[in-house]
């Protein structure tokens, strides 16, 4: 078993991994930059080393630095939380020829859905449905107009080494694909030093879909259900909820089973997530997240499951504790993220917290580094807080996230709190129906539908 952990990362995953280590009796020790030396994730760790400034290529993505704080601190594992080195092959790499376990997936596989064509190609392999499209990479312009025409319009060409909408272009009709094919190679080549691409059939309307599997080192897969995970803005989520209260249950039956045998088909060890774009009843592939997520509390709270324990259990050699006939669906839970940002501009506003209260109570979960005196640093991403509730039905919990999204307290930055309060009062996330556009669209139609509007008139 695993006795000491390093975590290489920072924020709320990094406490969050911390109180999973501290639970199975595993020592702790976090790496943090310069700025973050008076985070509660450094001060709730066993042992803390400082590995450089804090710009993250210095720091949280310093492959070499963070090797060497868990060669001098006895660490037997490092933990990579999400973002930054979690999905890096070479670090996984790196750690096995120190002989220091990486809690994750092998680097085979982190290598392969990395690859947005090979994942794809590998979705085929092991029978998960994807979208219409292109076969592999396409290299010149006439292929992709033969290939749309095949398929029809619109079309979505993709960079292979992209993944979560950096590198995408839609093209409604053969015009805007003639001008674009070109564009989205040369984009791909300067942002990722690749200049793949792929195309496939763009859906107009789907729900982003995903769904949160397990493996172990012995073939052993099983699937904590699904998330829905549609209201977002730019790629990044704003609420997302379990289960996908649209689904039926034959819908789901399905698709879970699908991706178990996946799974297992592939060997895929440690935490992972299947994106899935959803329309029309039909399921269709979209990426592979080789990591823990930020929404994976949402599924810990509906099926009683600690995903954090059971990434270290399986990394340290046990076999799942869990098989298919075990994990059942209980409620219904919704994550709201809190970032430090204008809620009508989306500017960040980073800064002193001079008074931080959060809420409690019956089903709230609130996973957040925060503390009244806590300056929030500029050089990271916005998140401060995850609010997650609870509760036996779907229209319970949205009135438990509204209670408990009131009671915060963040005295000194401006948090995207008014929006989601806003959110949930509208009919189509009331009743689930909306899709990946939403949230954007309601945005730029000046939030129609809400109740102060009504009462002007
Ligand atoms: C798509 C699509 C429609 N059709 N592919 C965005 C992130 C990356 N994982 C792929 N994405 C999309 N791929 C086809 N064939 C629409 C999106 C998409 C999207 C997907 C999930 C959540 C939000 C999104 C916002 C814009 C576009």
Not at 145 to 170: D, H, L
Not at 173 to 179: F, N, P, R, S, T
């Amino acid at each position: 078993m695993i006795k000491k952990v390093l975590i290489a990362n920072r924020g709320e995953i990094a406490l969050r991994v911390i109180r999973a280590c501290r639970e199975m009796g595993i020592k702790t020790v976090a790496i943090h930059s310069t700025v973050d030396s008076e985070a509660m994730f450094v001060k709730m760790a066993d042992e803390s080393v400082c590995i450089g400034p804090a710009p993250s290529p210095q720091s949280y993505l310093n492959k070499s630095a963070i090797i060497s704080a868990a060669t001098i601190t006895n660490a037997d594992a490092v933990h990579p939380g999400y973002g930054f080195l979690s999905e890096n092959a070479e670090f996984a790499e790196m750690l096995e020829a120190h002989g220091i376990e990486f809690i994750g997936p092998s680097p085979d596989h982190l290598r392969r859905m990395g690859d947005k064509v090979e994942a794809k190609r590998t979705a085929v392999e092991i029978g998960i449905p994807v979208i219409p499209g292109s076969d592999g990479a396409l290299d010149t312009l006439e292929e992709a107009i033969e290939t749309a025409r095949k398929f029809g319009y619109p079309v979505i060409v993709k960079a292979a080494s992209g993944g979560g909408g950096r590198g995408m272009k839609i093209c409604p009709d053969e015009k805007a694909l003639i001008e674009l094919f070109p564009v989205a190679k040369l984009e791909a080549k300067n942002a990722f030093g690749d200049d793949r691409v792929y195309m496939e059939k763009y859906l107009t309307n789907p729900k982003h879909i995903e769904l949160q599997v397990m493996g172990d080192k012995y073939g052993n897969a099983v699937v904590f259900g699904e998330r829905d995970c549609s209201v977002q803005r730019r790629h990044q989520k704003v609420i997302e909820e379990a289960p996908a209260s649209i689904l039926k249950d034959d819908e789901r039956k399905y698709i879970i089973e699908t991706v178990r045998t996946a799974m297992e088909k592939m060997k895929y060890r440690g935490a992972g997530t299947i994106e899935l774009l959803f329309e029309e009843g039909q399921f269709y592939f979209m990426e592979m997240n080789t990591r823990l997520q930020v929404e994976h509390p949402v599924t810990e709270q509906v099926y009683g499951v600690d995903l954090v324990r059971e990434q270290i259990r399986v990394a340290s050699g046990e076999k799942l504790g869990y098989t298919q006939a075990d994990v059942k669906a209980n409620g219904y839970a919704i994550e709201c993220r809190i970032n430090a940002e204008d809620p009508e501009t989306f500017m960040p506003s980073p800064g002193l917290v001079k008074h931080y209260h959060a809420p409690g109570g019956l089903g709230v979960r609130v996973d957040s580094g925060m503390y009244s005196g806590y300056r929030i640093p500029t050089n990271y991403d916005s998140m401060v807080a995850k609010l997650i509730t609870f509760a036996p039905t779907r229209e319970k919990c949205i009135a438990r996230t509204a209670q408990a999204l009131s009671e915060f307290v963040f005295d000194g930055i401006k948090t995207v709190i008014p929006l989601q309060q806003e959110i949930l009062q509208q009919k189509e996330f009331i009743d689930g129906t909306y899709s990946i556009k939403w949230l954007e669209k309601w945005l730029a139609d000046g939030k129609p539908g809400l109740k102060k509007e009504e009462e002007k008139k």
